[in-house]
């Protein structure tokens, strides 16, 4: 049972338009939510987080949304830019440990110039 | 201190083999972290050390896997008797507990392959 889904295994868009990775999970006892970038060869990096007191978070050209109702969140990249080109990771933790985390599968956006 | 270092970054054996891998984490960070990623699939918890105790294990991690943090620093990850199901990329990602927003900072990943 995949308790975090991203169901969009890819994703295209044109550069200077909005991207918007989401991502769903099904475990109540989740609180803390983090999004990672990852490019090839590399490990994953941190990108934006956002815990379940919050419906936004913001920074930069990147923004989380969080609906607890809907056990949905996602990831807006506005304005996309080629070198966003990556694979995202939606991740999920007990806010007790946030670094024990469950992970989605990976949504790979392909930003064209 | 540049980030989290893995070695070695690829490592081929035969199956019924040892290996072992190391981690170096961010020097001030007292959590580390390792997790496994197949192909196609997100990163999955393995088992992660506070400082130099080993507080959870996942039901993954069979008796032939074993990791250790000796002295609260670098850690290795052991796997006895590999199989081809162990062929996997194993991440090592630390952090620090008292960061209010703890985010983990991964290596770059020891790719595993087992013939």
């Known amino acids: 049972d995949q308790q975090v889904k991203q169901n969009s295994p890819s994703l295209s868009v044109q550069e200077g338009r909005i991207s918007i990775l989401n991502c769903d999970y099904t475990n109540s006892m989740f609180d803390y939510f983090l999004w990672y970038k990852k490019y090839p060869a590399e490990g994953p990096t941190f990108l934006i987080s956002i815990s379940s007191i919050k419906d936004k978070n913001e920074d930069g050209r990147f923004t989380v949304f969080l609906n607890k109702s809907a056990k949905h969140l996602s990831l807006h990249i506005v304005p996309s830019q080629p070198g966003d080109s990556a694979v995202y990771f939606c991740a999920a933790s007990p806010y007790t440990n946030a670094g024990k985390s469950t992970f989605g599968d990976g949504t790979t956006l392909t930003v064209k110039p | 201190d540049t980030g989290v270092s893995q070695n070695p970054r690829h490592k081929i054996t035969k199956r019924g083999q040892n290996v072992t891998f190391r981690c170096d984490p961010i020097s001030e960070h007292n959590r580390l972290y390792w997790y496994r990623q197949t192909l196609g699939q997100g990163p999955e918890f393995l088992t992660y050390?506070?400082?130099?105790?080993?507080?959870?294990k996942s039901r993954l991690l069979s008796d032939r896997f074993s990791a250790e943090r000796p002295k609260g620093s670098f850690s290795t990850l052991e796997i006895q008797r590999t199989e081809q199901g162990d062929s996997a990329m194993y991440l090592c990602?630390?952090?620090?507990?008292?960061?209010?927003?703890?985010?983990?900072?991964f290596g770059s990943g020891t790719q595993l392959s087992v013939l």
């Open positions: 050390f506070q400082n130099e105790a080993q507080l959870e």
């Open positions: 990602a630390s952090s620090l507990e008292a960061d209010l927003n703890e985010k983990l900072f």
